[in-house]
């Protein structure tokens, strides 16, 4: 169904800082050579260029008195070799039958072509003509995309099945809850890049090369969704059905810059009310709206790693058999500012100074992925610990049951977040019957202050600060929050008190064998097959 009126070209920029600082925008050359770019290699990593019909006829267009098309002229800018071989203007006929012959299977620009030249060039000779006939031909004879309607119930989840993050784990997540809820669906993977771990092999099984299902389900950022269309184009998977961006974003108010990617999909779904309050703006301001629903996650544990008794795992760990352990993860890759490990730092330092406590009685553990880049921040906290043996900091991607055996052998999370879109983590130390002291702001607050975790959670007090240059993508003229690490010391002190360090473990907080209804696959699983259906239901009152 989609009918997406996205500036390509802006976006293209928006997905590659490197295009940005090669090709400023102050001088009219500068963008001449963006489009010489865009046509000699932009056009074979992004599919869409070729469906986008103002970007087709701006390249088969003229400039006033031009004796070259914008596409011969880009080509022959871009090429220092064929303007030696075809020096403008006396071979310039020259030059347009190399390009119809030569040039346009060297650069894929066949589908770019106007209709005369498609003609003039297939009706000559050259390497790439063979190629280029039978292609149109397939053009030709290809079945149009069959309408939503027409193609099966179900849903294709796209997203990075394989990835060791917490946007990878969305959509395992909505592939748990597809399947308790007997909903049809397949996964496709698109990967992040190769800086991401890519071996969470969990959902393997379900995954394929298309989607054939009615509904696609984009479980990633609305930038990534962009790239995805982009590189890939529609018809291969976005025409013919409808579109939902399960789209995450972690500050309160929707980035200027994603305004235009609310138009590559049918609806939104978001996972929180502090995400659904940020991105609703900019649905709502479209000639035809776009709806947006709240639709919490899925969160379930999976297997957890049979590392043996408590004490056991945390001598695995290497970690203390008696103290009282408070835990944070994050991934170091994302934001070091948004997570802010150095407030959970801070509040431990606070609440239990180092002539009053020692290793055996508390300690804190903050683990990381490996960085792919130099963090001052990371590595002033990581020389901090080495000064202090109750602080256990460590660097390294861990399978998911070992770090959920990781949680289970500590005794308290701390997330001092400054925003968060959901908050997984903190979602899974609640399953897992830990004590969690947090930010009271953002996503989190969804479930942080539901009934069912009354007493397992303590809400550290903030005040709302304006988000620093360079701290966090799209943060110009943001806010996010600060947590009062008086406060969150407080907390970690009283959890002590209530559990004094000692031999004997801390009890759980007491939580359902299966789980609470509101993280279970199976009722979100119902909740995603009770939309869907009520949407196909609205398709065929309007078909």
């Not at 597809?178 to 993977?189: G, I, R």
């Not at 899925?298 to 790693?305: S, Y």
């Not at 690490?485 to 209530?498: G, K, P, T």
């Amino acid at each position: 169904m989609l009918k997406a009126n996205v500036n390509l070209r802006k976006l293209i920029l928006s997905l590659r800082p490197d295009l940005c600082k090669r090709f400023g925008f102050d001088k009219t050359e500068n963008q001449q050579a963006f489009l010489a770019w865009l046509v000699t290699s932009g056009t074979r990593e992004y599919a869409a260029l070729a469906e986008d019909p103002e970007f087709c006829s701006l390249l088969q267009g003229r400039e006033p008195g031009a004796a070259l098309s914008r596409l011969q002229q880009c080509v022959w800018d871009a090429r220092a070799d064929v303007q030696k071989a075809f020096p403008l203007p006396e071979r310039r006929q020259d030059f347009v039958h190399w390009l119809l012959t030569h040039g346009v299977g060297e650069h894929g620009l066949w589908p770019f072509l106007s209709t005369q030249e498609q003609q003039a060039g297939a009706s000559l000779e050259g390497p790439w003509q063979a190629a280029l006939l039978s292609r149109a031909v397939s053009e030709l004879a290809q079945e149009p995309d069959l309408p939503v309607l027409h193609r099966p119930f179900g849903v294709n989840l796209i997203g990075y099945v394989y990835g060791q993050l917490g946007i990878g784990e969305d959509v395992r997540m909505a592939a748990k809850a597809m399947l308790a809820a007997s909903v049809p669906f397949t996964m496709l993977d698109f990967p992040p890049g190769a800086e991401v771990p890519q071996n969470d092999r969990s959902m393997a099984a379900h995954v394929s090369n298309n989607g054939p299902f009615a509904f696609n389900l984009f479980c990633m950022t609305a930038m990534e969704h962009g790239r995805f269309y982009a590189e890939r184009g529609s018809t291969s998977q976005i025409a013919g059905r409808y579109n939902i961006g399960y789209w995450p974003w972690e500050l309160s108010r929707w980035p200027d810059q994603w305004q235009q990617l609310v138009q590559l999909v049918d609806e939104v779904w978001v996972s929180t009310q502090h995400t659904l309050d940020a991105v609703a703006p900019a649905c709502a301001a479209l000639a035809k709206p776009v709806p947006v629903r709240l639709m919490p996650m899925a969160v379930e544990l999976g297997p957890i790693a049979a590392l043996g008794p408590r004490a056991q795992v945390r001598k695995h760990f290497r970690l203390p058999a008696k103290a009282r352990l408070f835990v944070f993860t994050f991934d170091l890759n994302s934001s070091i500012h948004r997570k802010n490990p150095q407030a959970v730092v801070d509040a431990f330092l606070r609440a239990f100074p180092a002539d009053a406590w020692t290793r055996d009685q508390v300690g804190l553990v903050i683990r990381t992925g490996r960085p792919r880049r130099t963090s001052p921040l990371w590595n002033r906290l990581k020389a901090l610990a080495e000064t202090d043996d109750r602080m256990h900091l460590s660097e390294g991607t861990l399978q998911r049951p070992e770090l959920l055996a990781l949680y289970q052998a500590c005794d308290a999370f701390v997330s001092l977040h400054r925003a968060e879109g959901f908050g997984r983590g903190i979602a899974e130390a609640l399953q897992l019957g830990l004590h969690v002291v947090t930010t009271g702001y953002s996503g989190n607050l969804d479930f942080c202050q539901k009934p069912e975790v009354a007493g397992m959670v303590d809400l550290v007090r903030y005040r709302l600060v304006k988000v620093r240059s360079r701290q966090y993508p799209f943060g110009d003229q943001q806010v996010w929050a600060n947590a009062d690490v008086r406060h969150a010391a407080q907390c970690l002190q009283a959890f002590v008190e209530r559990f004094p360090p000692g031999i004997h473990s801390r009890p759980p907080h007491d939580v359902p064998p299966n789980g609470w209804p509101l993280f279970s696959a199976a009722e979100v699983g119902l909740r995603y097959q009770r939309r869907l259906i009520e949407i196909q239901t609205e398709l065929r009152a309007v078909s």
